[in-house]
């Protein structure tokens, strides 16, 4: 088992290596094979095991000769492309392009190419010098009787002449196309000739079984494996388990990248073919001997200087700002925010203390203007963070560090803004740059919103900025509502036949009253119910009984789908009953209806007394319920004035949940938008910032309800202070208060000798 010859098997290895099957190794299948086929791939391109040197012998044949030279009919072996573009005064100007196919296709397993053996016809390269001779002479067997140094002075000079007559042929070759171009005369090679190529294959591990048993092979997969595996686990960031634990891919995550960059490095050291796309001859300006700034020693010095931010470094967390609101005409950031962040490495250049200019006395205080600059590999910033900022569209430039990213430096445990990102300093060591330079300035907090779920980071700028008071009391409101009294008004409803059929309400129509005054009409609502199946009218109530008549008006019920209901009503003209209710205030945080009290008439007994019913709803604004109707049920008898009625106090009469910090709390009739910067619940008062965010207004009502946003919470505001305690620029008056006792203006002499 500990020694793989098949895929399943290296997969199999690598999850035992993990911890499966004690551990779940949180990686897809699909996302195994592309591990699998990039170990491979990397494998045969770098490694000098997982290629061979090979020669493979090709017969240049006539369609070569016909394709190489556009021979044939309809063009054969002619590639055109045409450009067209409009030229005034002649129109459109078509130009034609031709790319010759001179071309042979190469075996998709060839990954690079050395040479070609000649095979041109000159003065010198036939007969004894063809390929099979020159081999025969290289056997040293044959050369018993003759002087080495004869031989090899002869050599050179036939290879002088060889140089001289005739010319090296170009030739091209990509692995990505799988073609070798010949740059030469087709039209004079021979027929059924062969050409030698000497190239390097990949290694086949489905032929050549122990690649997957190559210690590299299994520790590049299994580091490749941890990664994506990190990778995976990071989203789940700050996920909790039951028993407190907290899932953490980061570390594996770092675990896999360190364990890579160890692979690479050793790789580039001990294992590395050299480079394989150089083939053919090339006139360089440069010495090809002495390569100045190759990719190896650039991966070289990158791996030193990533290995000495480790030993030297400090960790930092790097957290990125992201614009929320932008100004369209001058581009001005009016809102950003700060809630993610990442750890990186950071040596601290100035490590005989902060730069700048330290503490400063001014006429609003004292102001830290501490500076510090940290240098950060360019790769790990490029591999390790830049791949999770590239998807978040409030990040305008995710390849590099951005001037206004803050940086947490642990060990003063304070928040730096990054003013200057240098990227060029060293410049260009060996064709490259490796770290970046990050000048940082102390943070000036200006009502950014913060929130990296970091408490040490977050509750650094918790009582800084412009910060406002409420004292918050709960939502719970008393139902307010008066009655009127007339004579000639419905005294009550009789329903003589619930109908049947309904599907829905039914409209319930009152004849008018012969009164033309206001309100004088009455006005009732059905209610049906379901019995046995069929639906039918359960009852009717009068929201208006009306007044002014004479006789019982006529009603009429109709609509719902349904037929067969009839009602009639009795009338009261010889005393004054409620005809109507008006409902002043529909209060707030009813559980179930409330019961509203009437008293006895003044001039009756308690058989006289009306009865109203109350019918609750969902408030659209605050999501708790609130009186929407008043129904009349006995209008009652012998009022002299209109009766002073109250409603029971809703059961809700506290506030309702708890407000989180940095989400965005709305007052539910001004408008206003705020961040909760404190919550106190037992003192009720919430510290709020960036007041007014999102809305012109700047202010709360008194009265008004203030709700949580992401939390839901909901109490009302008993007072706004927007006086601000908490302003590190209102310490004049202190200042000034103090100055005043240096100075006694009471003596002759302030300024001589006491």
């Not at 492309?81 to 196919?101: K, P």
């Not at 899932?247 to 050299?274: A, Q």
């Not at 977050?458 to 409420?470: R, S």
Request: hydrophobic fraction near 35%; proline fraction near 3%.
């Amino acid at each position: 088992m500990a020694k793989p010859s098949t895929r399943q098997g290296l997969i199999d290895y690598c999850f035992r290596k993990l911890g499966a099957p004690v551990l779940e190794i949180n990686v897809d299948d699909d996302q195994v094979d592309d591990l699998v086929d990039d170990t491979i791939q990397y494998y045969n391109e770098r490694h000098y095991n997982g290629i061979e040197r090979m020669f493979l012998k090709y017969k240049i044949s006539q369609e070569d000769v016909d394709r190489g030279t556009g021979k044939g009919t309809d063009g054969v072996g002619i590639v055109t492309s045409t450009g067209t573009q409009n030229v005034s005064g002649y129109g459109a100007v078509t130009s034609n392009f031709y790319e010759n196919s001179n071309f042979i296709a190469v075996p998709d397993h060839v990954i690079g190419v050395n040479k070609i053996f000649k095979f041109d016809s000159s003065s010198i390269s036939g007969g004894m010098f063809s390929i099979k001779y020159q081999l025969f002479l290289n056997d040293l067997y044959y050369f018993n009787s003759v002087e080495l140094l004869q031989f090899a002075m002869t050599k050179r000079y036939l290879e002088d002449i060889d140089f001289l007559l005739t010319t090296e042929k170009q030739i091209r070759f990509n692995q990505r196309q799988d073609r070798l171009y010949l740059d030469i005369d087709w039209g004079a090679q021979s027929l059924d000739t062969f050409i030698v190529i000497d190239c390097f294959r990949a290694l086949d591990p489905e032929e050549y079984k122990q690649v997957y048993n190559d210690p590299f092979v299994k520790r590049y997969f299994v580091a490749l494996m941890k990664k994506q595996w990190g990778m995976n686990l990071i989203k789940f960031r700050g996920t909790k388990l039951p028993g407190g634990i907290e899932l953490n891919g980061r570390e594996i995550y770092d675990d896999g990248v360190r364990e890579l960059e160890e692979l690479r490095s050793r790789m580039m050291m001990d294992y590395e073919t050299p480079p394989l796309d150089f083939i053919g001859w090339w006139i360089m300006a440069l010495n090809p001997h002495f390569l100045q700034g190759s990719r190896g020693e650039q991966r070289l010095v990158q791996s030193l200087i990533n290995e000495h931010l480790k030993i030297y470094g400090v960790e930092v967390t790097f957290i990125p700002r992201k614009f929320v609101n932008q100004e369209t005409i001058l581009e001005e950031v009016t809102a950003s925010k700060f809630d993610d962040n990442f750890l990186i490495e950071a040596y601290v250049d100035t490590y005989d203390g902060y730069a700048g200019a330290g503490d400063v006395l001014t006429k609003f205080g004292m102001s830290l203007r501490d500076e510090v600059t940290l240098t950060i590999s360019k790769e790990r910033f490029e591999e390790f963070i830049a791949p999770f900022m590239e998807a978040d569209e409030d990040i305008e430039l995710s390849s590099r560090p951005r001037e206004g990213d803050l940086v947490f430096f642990p060990l003063g445990q304070r928040l730096f803004e990054i003013k200057f990102v240098e990227h060029e300093e060293p410049f260009y060591q060996l064709g490259s740059n490796y770290v970046y330079k990050l000048k940082c300035e102390l943070f000036e907090y200006e009502d950014e919103v913060i929130d990296t779920s970091i408490d040490i980071i977050d509750t650094q700028v918790e009582d800084e900025g412009y910060i406002a008071e409420l004292q918050l009391v709960g939502v719970g409101r008393t139902a307010q509502a008066s009655a009127f009294i007339n004579t000639g008004y419905i005294r009550e409803i009789f329903l003589n036949n619930d109908g049947h059929g309904y599907t829905s309400t039914p409209t319930v129509a009152i004849t008018t009253s012969p009164s033309s005054a206001d309100f004088s009409d009455a006005k009732a609502v059905a209610f049906t119910t379901e019995r046995a199946g069929v639906r039918s009218v359960e009852k009717i109530l009068m929201t208006q009984t009306g007044f002014g008549y004479t006789e019982a008006p006529t009603i009429t019920i109709s609509g719902g789908g349904g037929s067969g209901a009839a009602a009639t009503c009795s009338i009261n003209t010889l005393s004054n009953g409620i005809v109507r209710f008006s409902l002043v205030d529909g209060g707030i945080g009813f559980g179930t209806a409330p019961t509203i009290n009437i008293p006895i008439p003044n001039a009756g007994v308690a058989s006289d007394r009306a009865v109203g019913l109350a019918s609750i709803g969902i408030q659209t604004t605050s999501g708790f319920n609130e009186i929407k109707t008043l129904f009349i049920t006995n209008p009652g008898a012998a009022y002299t004035t209109a009766p002073v009625i109250t409603i029971d106090d809703p059961e809700t009469i506290s506030g309702v949940g708890t407000y989180q910090f940095n989400e965005v709390v709305q007052g539910m009739r001004s408008g206003t938008q705020a961040r909760v910067k404190n919550w106190d619940f037992d003192t009720g008062i919430l510290k709020i910032g960036n007041v007014g965010i999102g809305t012109t207004t700047t202010g709360f009502f008194p009265g008004e309800d203030i709700k949580g946003l992401s939390s839901g919470a909901l109490f009302s505001v008993s007072t706004f202070d927007d006086e601000n305690s908490n302003d590190k620029y209102n310490e004049g008056d202190i200042f000034e208060s103090e100055a005043d006792l240096l100075i006694d203006f009471t003596e002759s002499n302030p300024f001589g000798s006491f």
